[in-house]
């Protein structure tokens, strides 16, 4: 799974949302993230086959929403994300939430089907806290591909990558730049400026030091490409350090049926 991609949440334009994923690809991107609640994934395909990438070389992942976590939801609702982006198969399938319709028993058996059918190359979380990964690596007999959670300076999620890194789970961080808190914050800034780079850079080399994907929203072709630099950022060990000691908590995505 490449470490950077293109993150489309809220990116509901469908003309700008297919040119972004399209820039991000042609730019060098190989991971592209969406989701059924996002209501882009039609725009998202759209991007992927205008790009001139083969689909092969793309990593693309998706999300059932908490409302068609019942079983036979999970295989149509998914089937149609499938239809929505026009391609065969979606490299990694997400639990979107633990909410509402999601039952172990019955959601991640069928995540499993559409994984032995082909459909699906990978299965993975979002969202989950230790004990519902505990549960999800008992229903399965293997851990979780992945688990998408908020995680960004502000929210730097220690203990549940720590949990991760043991499991074997891969950490995939929606919202790195904290919704562009991170971009206002001092000593982001000043680190930035001693490298002669943007704050969204910072923030990514940062991620990416800890093991951490990124999956950053961009719509202008100016930033897809600002945050594609960061993959050439260094940061010093003191940088990181910096970063680490900021002691601001912000979660910017705590909807009612979260399970924190």
């Known amino acids: 799974m490449p470490m950077l991609g293109i993150g489309t949440w809220e990116n509901t334009d469908p003309e700008q949302c297919a040119e972004s994923v399209r820039t991000a690809l042609e730019t060098g991107y190989r991971h592209v ?9 039609a725009a998202v395909g759209e991007g992927i086959a205008a790009a001139d990438v083969d689909r092969e070389d793309v ?4 999300k059932v929403w908490i409302d068609n976590l019942a079983r036979e ?8 994300s499938l239809e929505r982006l026009g391609v065969d198969y979606v490299d990694l399938l997400y639990v979107h939430w633990p909410a ?7 959601t991640l058996p069928a995540l499993a089907a559409l994984v032995d059918e ?7 979380v979002s969202n989950f806290e230790p004990e519902h990964l ?5 229903v399965w007999g293997v851990e979780p591909f992945a688990n998408q959670v908020e995680l960004h300076p502000l929210l730097p999620q220690r203990d ?10 891969e950490v995939v961080g929606y ?3 904290a919704r562009g808190r991170i971009l206002e914050h001092d000593v982001v800034g000043e680190i930035a400026a001693a490298h002669g780079v943007s704050a969204a850079q910072v923030a990514l080399a940062w991620a990416r030091e800890k093991g951490v994907t990124t999956i950053p929203k961009a719509t202008s072709a100016d930033h897809v490409r600002d945050n594609w630099r960061s993959l050439s950022l260094d940061l010093r060990p003191g940088d990181v350090e910096r970063i680490d000691a900021i002691e601001t908590r912000e979660r910017q995505v705590d909807p009612g049926w979260a399970p924190w």
């Open 33 to 41: 993230d969406t989701a059924q609640a996002y209501g882009n994934e």
């Open 59 to 62: 990593f693309l992942a998706t």
């Open 73 to 80: 939801d999970v295989v149509e609702s998914t089937e149609a």
């Open 100 to 106: 509402r319709t999601y039952d172990p028993e019955a």
């Open 118 to 124: 082909g459909l699906v190359r990978h299965a993975g």
């Open 134 to 138: 505990e549960r999800a690596t008992e």
């Open 160 to 169: 549940l990558r720590a949990y991760c890194e043991e499991a074997g789970i």
């Open 175 to 177: 919202s790195p730049l």
